[in-house]
């Protein structure tokens, strides 16, 4: 296994950590906000990265101590997403995130994952010139990310 960073001509391989938690699609951008409140989940030249699946059902049945009160039958909770960001490998910013996202969430029993990854960081080279870059394709994701949201 891999167990350091690494380079290549493009980019750097750093040690980070991979934060995950499931929650309601509605709780999303209150959990985000708290989350960046803490670390602004920069990645080169942006932030708030953080990645959003479409959304799940949730399978899950209330015990004896849940909020809920124990229930003989199975829920389940369409519209649960699963959200992904990085953090630094720093264990006190990943205990702040955690406790961010537990106090934001809706749930008594948050689903919450931490797991260490090695992720790429672009060296930021001068790549204008290179046919597969967004910028030099046909068509304008702003302007088809805009029509998107019109549309809905």
């Not at 919450?112 to 010139?129: C, E, F, N, T, Y």
């Amino acid at each position: 296994m891999i167990d350091s960073g690494f380079e290549t001509k493009s980019v750097r391989m750093e040690l980070l950590l991979l934060v995950s938690f499931q929650a309601p699609a509605a709780d999303v951008d209150r959990i985000m906000e708290a989350v960046i409140g803490i670390t602004p989940l920069g990645m080169g030249n942006y932030d708030s990265n953080a990645f959003q699946s479409a959304g799940g059902i949730e399978r899950y049945r209330p015990l004896e101590g849940a909020a809920a009160g124990a229930e003989t039958v199975l829920r389940e909770r369409p519209g649960t997403v699963e959200v992904s960001f990085e953090l630094p490998d720093d264990q006190r910013l990943a205990e702040r995130v955690v406790e961010a996202i537990y106090q934001a969430h809706s749930y008594q029993e948050p689903v919450i994952r931490i797991q260490p990854l090695l992720a790429s960081r672009s060296k930021g080279l001068d790549d204008r010139s290179n046919p597969n870059r967004w910028w030099n394709t046909t068509g304008d994701w702003k302007k088809a990310a805009a029509s998107i949201k019109e549309d809905a």
